[in-house]
């Protein structure tokens, strides 16, 4: 199942039956018609919802126009450098930086398999969303900047919650 449109964001998914209370299948994203998350893996359905629910507590929150006035690429280094780059920062600057720059993620670490390897970020302004992302391989990273209608990853993300908590489990 899709939900969203794929030439601009969505989200695809399947959901394994029969199944228990806890969802089992595959998801990920779909950017521009790129899939961000390796969707073939089996993934826990209930664990991205859990997560993706985290995520929109940011909805309205990741306003930072300094960061929409650099390059995609400076905009990702700069988010993902201050939440996971080990360096010789105080442990007080690491803290402030992850309370800083955390509202930015659009995946959330740990909710689904799918997205091991997987970085990415959304930054929010009146006129658009700009949403990056990258696989890492080895010492490559592909790196996908899109900018997006405003709103639209939040209405996706709520859209799926709201399919998603139409399947019995008893973890809703």
């Excluded at 919802?49 to 006035?69: C, Q, V, W």
């Amino acid at each position: 199942m899709v939900i969203g449109d794929t030439s601009l964001f969505a989200i695809e998914y399947f959901i394994e039956t029969p199944h228990d209370d806890w969802l089992s299948g595959n998801f990920c994203y779909v950017v521009q018609g790129h899939r961000i998350g390796t969707y073939e893996l089996p993934s826990s359905i209930t664990a991205a919802t859990t997560g993706i629910e985290f995520l929109l507590d940011n909805s309205g929150h990741r306003y930072m126009p300094k960061l929409l006035a650099v390059s995609p690429t400076e905009m990702f280094h700069t988010v993902h450098d201050a939440l996971y780059k080990d360096d010789s920062r105080s442990t007080e600057v690491v803290i402030a930086d992850g309370e800083r720059f955390r509202r930015f993620q659009a995946i959330a670490k740990g909710s689904a398999i799918c997205f091991d390897g997987w970085a990415a970020y959304l930054v929010e302004s009146t006129t658009l969303e700009r949403f990056v992302s990258n696989k890492s391989k080895g010492n490559h990273v592909d790196l996908l900047a899109v900018d997006l209608p405003p709103g639209l990853f939040d209405s996706v993300l709520r859209s799926f919650v709201t399919s998603i908590k139409q399947v019995p489990s008893r973890f809703w």
